[in-house]
């Protein structure tokens, strides 16, 4: 079984429909990361949080929120979602060493 | 902030050698990932460099020079499976902050 799952693995939405997307995983890591990939933009950090009581924004926090369940679960909320949004997502995992352990991806296309 | 830079593109002949390079600012500096991936896939882990140095992992060998703020990944024998994305990614201030990622270089494998 992966140690990071993600779902949806795929989400076709209309603009103004509110979205979440869960991470899971099984690594018993203490910090997890929300990340969009965009072609030719590289990996940009939504949101992370590096304990259940820590929720920090990254380079690109508007318009998204998170939730951090439990150590193992960390979901990412689009209230309202927008075109500009559509994207590939990407749940991370990391212990202080800082290796990153990523999901499959989520690949959200908003219309 | 700190600021991570890898060309954008490359391209090189199966069989061959190449070389990919980055940059990042010495401030904070406390190592550096390696890591690949493969369209429409999650990053998956290659090296990481603490100390000065060449570490050789098959065909694979990563490079850093913290005094000059410089880091290669050098592979050799190259494959078409080699065609991907590989991002570079250092961890600055102990950990204490997200790893800071390149925006990737993308390689073509040709025949």
């Known amino acids: 079984d992966a140690d990071v799952t993600q779902t949806p693995r795929n989400r076709i939405t209309k603009t103004g429909k509110r979205i979440m997307l869960e991470c899971s995983q099984t690594?018993?890591?203490?910090?997890m990361y929300w990340y969009r990939q965009d072609p030719g933009l590289g990996l940009r950090l939504i949101y992370y949080?590096?304990?259940?009581?820590?929720?920090n924004k990254g380079e690109i926090s508007d318009g998204y929120s998170v939730s951090r369940q439990a150590q193992a679960k960390f979901s990412l909320s689009l209230e309202s979602a927008i075109p500009n949004q559509t994207a590939l997502y990407f749940c991370?995992?990391?212990?202080?060493?800082?290796?990153?352990?990523f999901g499959p991806g989520t690949r959200l296309t908003v219309l | 902030g700190q600021n991570i830079d890898q060309p954008t593109e490359m391209t090189a002949t199966e069989g061959a050698i190449v070389q990919i390079n980055c940059t990042y600012q010495t401030s904070g500096f406390n190592g550096l990932f390696w890591y690949q991936q493969h369209a429409g896939e999650a990053p998956t882990f290659l090296s990481y460099?603490?100390?000065?140095g060449l570490e050789e992992k098959g065909r694979f060998s990563s490079f850093l020079s913290r005094s000059k703020g410089y880091s290669y990944l050098l592979l050799k024998e190259l494959q078409m499976k080699d065609s991907a994305s590989y991002l570079c990614a250092g961890v600055f201030y102990s950990g204490n902050t997200p790893l800071v990622f390149g925006k990737g270089t993308r390689l073509s494998v040709i025949a």
């Open positions: 460099n603490v100390l000065d």
């Open positions: 690594k018993g890591h203490d910090r």
């Open positions: 991370a995992t990391s212990d202080r060493g800082n290796e990153q352990f």
């Open positions: 949080s590096f304990d259940v009581k820590d929720i």
